[in-house]
T-cell receptor, first 114, second 111 residues
Framework: DTEVTQTPKHLVMGMTNKKSLKCEQH?????MYWYKQKAKKPPELMFV???????INESVPSRFSPECPNSSLLNLHLHALQPEDSALYLC?????????????FGPGTRLTVL | GEDVEQSLFLSVREGDSSVINCTYT??????LYWYKQEPGAGLQLLTYIFSNMDMKQDQRLTVLLNKKDKHLSLRIADTQTGDSAIYFC???????????FGSGTRLSIRP
């Protein structure tokens, strides 16, 4: 099973809402990532979790709050977002952060903030 | 600095070969990747090559690496309509966290 799954596929939320994005993998990978991708742009790294601990936060605003409850799950909690946060949010995983040959990406959650 | 550049668009006739080119500036990268992104979808790892290799072939895909010129190419033989997508070239390092993407090349197939 070489699959990263993400839910929901689409999400529309208002600026006062609280919502969460979910990501799951069962490949035994110990590094998981959140990326943000704007239209017609490459993905930009947001957060890295290594062995369930936050390893990298790329100066992401606090309205985005990641959580890694166990080695298979990664959440991204959203609160008080802005319209410019509308984007495709991609989750990825790799064997671990130090062994970076292959990184598997999920299909993404397309987020629209009204 | 670290930069990866690709042309934005490529149009190819169905059945012909497609060649997507990429140049990069950082010779310390460990891997070079090609990802495919179909409309509305996530990134699919197509293939990758170690930076000490010159060529890799995988079915219809051929990757060529010219380290001297820091040039990477992806050739897709017998291009089909299902190959329509954006193709991202990327540099990878020993730390999986660090990956530098190009801006992507949109491949369109004409009949």
């Amino acid at each position: 099973d070489t699959e990263v799954t993400q839910t929901p596929k689409h999400l529309v939320m208002g600026m006062t809402n609280k919502k969460s994005l979910k990501c799951e993998q069962h490949m035994g990978h110990r590094a998981m990532y959140w990326y943000k991708q704007k239209a017609k742009k490459p993905p930009e790294l947001m957060f890295v979790y290594s062995y369930e601990k936050l390893s990298i936060n790329e100066s992401v605003p606090s309205r985005f709050s990641p959580e890694c409850p166990n080695s298979s799950l990664l959440n991204l909690h959203l609160h008080a977002l802005q319209p410019e946060d509308s984007a495709l949010y991609l989750c990825a995983s790799s064997q671990d952060e130090a062994k970076g040959v292959v990184k598997y990406f999920g299909p993404g959650t397309r987020l629209t903030v009204l | 600095g670290e930069d990866v550049e690709q042309s934005l668009f490529l149009s190819v006739r169905e059945g012909d070969s497609s060649v997507i080119n990429c140049t990069y500036t950082d010779s310390s990268s460990t891997y070079l990747y090609w990802y495919k992104q179909e409309p509305g979808a996530g990134l699919q790892l197509l293939t990758y090559i170690f930076s000490n290799m010159d060529m890799k072939q995988d079915q219809r895909l051929t990757v060529l690496l010219n380290k001297k010129d820091k040039h990477l190419s992806l050739r897709i033989a017998d291009t089909q309509t299902g190959d329509s997508a954006i193709y991202f070239c990327a540099e990878g390092y020993s730390s999986a966290s660090k990956i530098i993407f190009g801006s992507g090349t949109r491949l369109s197939i004409r009949p």
